[in-house]
């Protein structure tokens, strides 16, 4: 089994920055994908950025030049860097990791709200 826990989201000024953490933990080996969805108010679930095993990005064009996806994989951790942070930013983010020739796993989410 594999549990993913994430940390970091809040409330937040527009403008502001925030830094999401995902940690996964049980079996997981091999190649594999970790990264971040979110979902707003009355939206379907979307893409923010995801990162492979070996380093390679892929942003939503709304989180490229303002979100910074990186991982730890000793530690099996994914981190997303949000800066210039707006209200069509809030959002609850969920953390996933892909193992190929597995599935994928989902983590519980966190909000982000980004208001004055």
């Known amino acids: 089994q594999v549990q993913l826990v994430e940390s970091g989201g809040g409330l937040v000024q527009p403008g502001g920055s925030l830094r999401l953490s995902c940690a996964a933990s049980?079996?997981?080996?091999?190649?594999?994908?970790m990264g971040w969805y979110r979902q707003a108010p009355g939206k379907q679930r979307a893409l923010v950025a995801d990162?492979?095993?070996?380093?390679?990005?892929k942003y939503a064009d709304s989180a490229k030049g303002r979100f910074t996806i990186s991982r730890d994989n000793a530690k099996n951790t994914v981190y997303l860097q949000m800066n210039s942070l707006n209200a069509e930013d809030t959002a609850v983010y969920y953390c996933?990791?892909?193992?190929?020739?597995?599935?994928?796993?989902w983590g519980q989410g966190t909000l982000v709200t980004v208001s004055s």
């Open positions: 049980g079996s997981i080996f091999g190649f594999n994908v």
């Open positions: 990162i492979t095993t070996g380093g390679r990005t």
């Open positions: 996933f990791l892909g193992l190929s020739g597995v599935g994928t796993y």
